[in-house]
């Protein structure tokens, strides 16, 4: 990428190159009648991707279209939406990294330093604070959030200590605190925000076995529960959840044993708390879970084609009648339609470079 990829016409051009045409099996993404689903999807620039993309679904059979992109921000693994929906966040994921805002249409607002290998970023539910893990030096930093939406200089950052690489940041349901799930840990950190200092205080951790490597956490709608992905044991841990205190219960595996050594990335939960989903990097599988009455237990009830290689990450379309996978080696987005909460067969595939993340 030289930094000159722009968008023009629904055309998306990469490296000042226009988008190649169809290629056996998988779809260019190219322009299409604006819907009200709209997304933005983050890339790894030095994977050809052109940073930060934005387009809406076809209402009727599903497929993105990219209306608009910009490198504006290199290795843009993670983005965000702002509180009121109106600014998106994206970091840089370098050794540099920043933390910036853009309008939705992928204007420019702000951008400051936040550490080293940023891998994401959660948005205070009031609007008031952006909290970013940085992977490569094992911290978790505060950046308040200026007026204009745009971020402010970091006012804290928490080191987790030797050997930590702080995956992911969350807020709980209720704002109360943040979690920080380090993969290098293998511990979940709570903190309690000082909204007028704007630092973290830690209040409780708790470890996990060994070796499990908890990369991701969902809440279930109820605010009780939490299901943790973890990357190097490939299993998920069901947690209650109360007053910021995590209480493991339940493992399964992410995937069926089929000999390949498996590496989850993302888990996301059903809107209404019935089914679980787990992006399967290895076996390329999504691991399809339904969940007890009370969210405290998983069984897998599928695990279908991701559709492409490495899913590293995957999201509900807002309309819950589709999944979607951003397949990192094989530069795909894939949507699988859903039918009582299960994914069928991939319903198709377009091409996005340095896939990281689709946000709706």
């Not at 992410?254 to 990097?281: L, M």
């Not at 007890?292 to 995957?314: E, F, K, M, N």
Request: net charge negative; proline share 7%; hydrophobic share 40%.
């Amino acid at each position: 990428m030289d930094g000159k990829g722009t968008t023009r016409r629904g055309i998306l051009k990469l490296g000042g190159a226009a988008a190649v045409t169809a290629v056996t099996g998988t779809e260019a993404i190219t322009g299409h009648e604006a819907s009200p689903a709209g997304f933005h999807l983050g890339t790894y620039t030095s994977a050809g991707g052109p940073g930060i993309a934005a387009g809406h679904l076809d209402p009727t059979t599903g497929r993105p279209a990219v209306e608009s992109s910009t490198a504006v921000v290199p290795e843009a693994s993670w983005l965000a939406n702002s509180a009121a929906g109106s600014i998106l966040y994206a970091i840089s994921e370098q050794e540099r990294g920043t933390i910036s805002a853009l309008t939705p249409a992928l204007d420019l607002l702000g951008t400051v330093a936040t550490g080293n290998g940023p891998a994401h970023v959660a948005v205070h539910p009031d609007g008031s604070f952006l909290f970013v893990s940085l992977y490569g030096e094992g911290a978790v930093v505060t950046h308040p959030i200026n007026a204009d939406g745009t971020p402010a200089a970091a006012t804290d950052r928490r080191s987790h200590g030797t050997g930590a690489h702080a995956h992911q940041v969350v807020v709980d349901p209720l704002g109360a605190y943040v979690l920080a799930v380090d993969l290098g840990r293998d511990t979940v950190f709570t903190y309690a925000l000082d909204r007028r200092a704007g630092s973290l205080t830690e209040v409780t951790r708790v470890e996990l076995p060994a070796g499990s490597g908890p990369r991701h956490l969902v809440f279930h709608p109820s605010g009780t529960v939490a299901y943790l992905a973890n990357e190097l044991n490939s299993t998920v841990t069901v947690c209650s959840y109360a007053e910021g205190v995590l209480q493991p219960g339940q493992v399964v595996p992410a995937a069926p044993e089929t000999g390949v050594t498996n590496y989850p990335g993302e888990i996301a939960v059903s809107p209404d708390g019935s089914h679980v989903y787990v992006s399967n990097r290895g076996t390329n599988t999504v691991g399809v879970f339904t969940t007890g009455a009370d969210g405290t237990t998983l069984t897998r009830v599928a695990a279908p084609s991701c559709g492409g290689d490495w899913p590293r990450h995957l999201a509900l379309d807002p309309a819950g009648e589709r999944l979607y996978v951003a397949n990192q080696r094989s530069g795909t987005i894939a949507w699988l339609p859903l039918l009582d909460g299960i994914p069928g067969q991939v319903g198709g595939t377009v091409a996005a470079p340095g896939a990281a993340q689709i946000l709706f």
